[in-house]
């Protein structure tokens, strides 16, 4: 079963382009469970992002690099297939997204129990599909519900949003086109329990106060998204 929900209209706001409010999500469903062969997985779409997670481990790590002795080391591959955008992507990696693949295991690393595993490995494939804006939130969140269906111990779940600016206006969610044609981005990844921020980062210029209005904005939206989180477990696993 597979939840589809439509967030945070507001339908007395000014609509953007696409027809949403300045605080309002993109439509989204999640799904754990998707991949019998992996030990965890999940599948996401957000708005025009279709994003697939599988997860194995943690096992024991026969390569000395990725051994640790107090803890388990999270190994993270995201990858945008050639696929996802209209103009074909060259296969394999490039340095965004092995720069996106480090910022993705340091926002899921707070809320495993990393200890419980010494000298084992992670590993974290995020497959993009379809790219439409926000892929290494959309990352993130999925990731984070394939580690749970994995079963692996976490403190929390970790969720991820972005909020940014558009015709000078602080809006929640960026679409691609707001994005390419925005002035400036926020990702955001949080525990939602105790609201520990795990990933921050800013792209453009935005005042002090816009910068606070982007980063509440996207740690609402990182509220409104970890409800869908647990449901997609729930529906998993039941209650």
Do not use: W
């Not at 706001?13 to 999940?42: C, N, Q, T, W, Y």
Request: net charge negative.
């Amino acid at each position: 079963m597979i939840t589809i929900i439509t967030l945070g209209t507001n339908l007395g706001a000014k609509k953007r382009d696409d027809g949403r409010a300045f605080d309002e999500l993109r439509p989204l469903k999640i799904e754990a469970g998707v991949l019998e062969r992996a030990d965890g997985s999940a599948y996401l779409e957000f708005g025009g992002n279709k994003v697939l997670v599988a997860v194995y481990g943690p096992r024991e790590s026969h390569i000395r690099r990725f051994q640790r002795p107090d803890r388990a080391y999270i190994k993270c591959r995201y990858n945008m297939a050639p696929f996802s955008v209209d103009d074909r992507k060259r296969p394999g990696p490039d340095r965004r997204s092995i720069e996106i693949s480090k910022i993705t295991a340091e926002a899921l690393q707070p809320a495993i129990i990393l200890e419980k595993f010494p000298r084992s490995v992670i590993d974290i494939y995020i497959e993009v599909l379809e790219a439409e804006g926000g892929t290494r939130c959309a990352g993130i969140t999925a990731a984070s519900v394939a580690l749970a269906d994995a079963g692996v111990p976490m403190k929390d779940m970790v969720v991820a949003c972005a909020a940014g600016k558009v015709n000078d206006e602080v809006v929640l969610d960026l679409s691609e086109a707001e994005d390419k044609d925005g002035q400036a981005d926020v990702p955001v990844a949080i525990l939602p329990r105790s609201g520990e921020i795990t990933l921050l980062q800013s792209d453009g210029n935005l005042t002090p106060d816009e910068f606070e209005k982007a980063l509440d904005l996207a740690v609402k939206g990182c509220m409104e998204i970890s409800d869908i989180q647990k449901e997609a477990l729930k529906n998993r696993y039941g209650e």
